[in-house]
């Protein structure tokens, strides 16, 4: 029976409040209104930021909400208007929304998307309310996707189609973290035979390394305070592995690292969010031309800080979100990539879970063996 035009009511994990466990409940999704896409999603990886928002450090974080942004589902119904994606489609929810059509889209100069941005950050759809209501509230979406619930309603920019052949239990991570990392690295011009340093070496910095590597980045320098992780980021392309508590005392990751390579690094990537290693990865760029991509999320209150000398003998800050990568335009090309073996995706499943056990993942995330757990959402049908 087709639920076309109804709502559904279905299963949900609902952030109540901030830092306290999700609970799974039944969600009533409404039918998708002009310009929207209802999905039903199959899988879900759980991110970081997911983590960071519902701890409540998001200066964004409002309750209650659906979490979860790296998903991969299945077109149910779509509103009218809709042209870029149909029933039965295959697809990836985008939390950087592309509709070809705003100033941003048009520049030319960045995959960041104004027009769904300010109701996106308040939790609600481009018409400013909830497609999502539990226990007779309004239930807030997430970056637009809300990836956490068996179905969600997303605006057209926010969805692409990719190819039905890639495995939507692997290809969902390419919904956020692999893509940020990977297009990071691969979109950074000049990279080719230059020195590269990452710090943080979780799903983002070793895709991070899997791009320098497929860009042939002549010395990539992995940094993580976790030694488990130098076997993971020797496996993805990095040349050498550093544990900064390790160093003898008295010399900083920063001595080492200019001493290491001759003056600094062409390039460094902060994939940690902590804002005193957002510090070192500047400090660790070669004097005169070395640039620092700021990609991990800092609690709300937190600042960068660098002696301005530090620029002005020309060391660059940029930052980047969903590595800079256009979610409409590159994705499929991304999945075909994974699909013909150029890009590693199934190797950074470390863990499963099934939505009733999601708070789980999130522990599974803090043991530290842990690049991601995808969610199974429920569904005996799902291919
Ligand atoms: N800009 C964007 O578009 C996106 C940003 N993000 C952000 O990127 C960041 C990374 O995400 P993800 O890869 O999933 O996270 P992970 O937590 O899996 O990876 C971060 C890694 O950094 C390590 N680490 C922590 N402190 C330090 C330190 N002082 N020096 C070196 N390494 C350190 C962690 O070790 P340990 O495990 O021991 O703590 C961990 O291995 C997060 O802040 C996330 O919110 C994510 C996706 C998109
Ligand atoms: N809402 C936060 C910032 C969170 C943030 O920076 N998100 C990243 C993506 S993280 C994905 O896992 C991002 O894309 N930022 C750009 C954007 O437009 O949101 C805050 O207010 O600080
Ligand atoms: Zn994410
Ligand atoms: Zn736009």
């Not at 639920?3 to 009533?28: F, N, R």
């Not at 999320?297 to 960068?304: C, K, L």
């Amino acid at each position: 029976m087709s639920t076309e035009g109804k709502t559904i009511t279905c299963k949900a994990a609902i952030a109540w409040e901030a830092g306290k466990p999700l609970s799974i409940e039944d969600v009533e999704v409404a039918p998708p209104k002009d310009g929207e896409v209802r999905i039903k999603i199959l899988y879900t990886g759980i991110c970081h930021t997911d983590d960071y928002t519902l701890s409540g450090k998001d200066p964004e974080g409002a309750f209650p909400v659906i979490l979860g942004h790296e998903g991969g589902g299945i077109v149910e119904s779509i509103g009218s208007g809709v042209d870029n994606v149909k029933v039965g489609d295959h697809v990836v929810p985008l939390y950087t929304a592309e509709c070809r059509e705003c100033k941003f889209c048009k520049s030319g100069k960045t995959n960041l998307c104004g027009r769904v941005r300010a109701t996106q950050g308040k939790g609600v759809m481009p018409d400013g309310t909830s497609r999502f209501k539990s226990k007779g509230k309004d239930i807030l979406h997430f970056m637009g996707c809300s990836t956490f619930s068996q179905y969600t309603v997303v605006s057209k920019f926010s969805v692409v189609a990719v190819n039905e052949k890639a495995p939507l239990e692997k290809a969902c991570l390419l919904g956020c973290g692999i893509t940020t990392g990977y297009g990071a690295a691969t979109k950074t011009p000049g990279i080719e035979d230059s020195n590269v340093a990452v710090f943080g070496i979780g799903c983002v910095g070793l895709s991070i390394l899997q791009g320098a590597k497929a860009k042939n980045a002549k010395r990539i320098i992995a940094i993580d305070t976790n030694d488990k992780k130098e076997e993971w980021a020797k496996k993805f392309g990095a040349t050498d592995f550093i544990n900064p508590t390790k160093l003898p005392e008295g010399k900083s990751i920063v001595d080492y690292l200019v001493e290491e390579t001759d003056g600094g690094l062409d390039f460094t990537f902060d994939a940690t969010g902590n804002v005193h290693v957002m510090r070192s990865a500047l400090e660790a760029c070669h004097k005169g031309w070395g640039v620092c991509n700021v990609i991990g999320v800092a609690p709300a209150g937190a600042e960068i800080a660098t002696r301005p000398f530090q620029l002005v003998t020309g060391r660059t800050w940029k930052g980047s979100a969903f590595g800079g990568v256009k979610g409409r335009t590159e994705l499929p090309g991304i999945v075909d990539d994974y699909l013909a073996g150029t890009l590693w995706v199934d190797e950074f499943v470390t863990h499963h879970q099934q939505l009733e056990a999601i708070n789980k993942g999130f522990d599974d995330m803090h043991a530290g063996d842990c690049i991601r757990c995808v969610v199974n959402m429920g569904f005996d049908d799902a291919p």
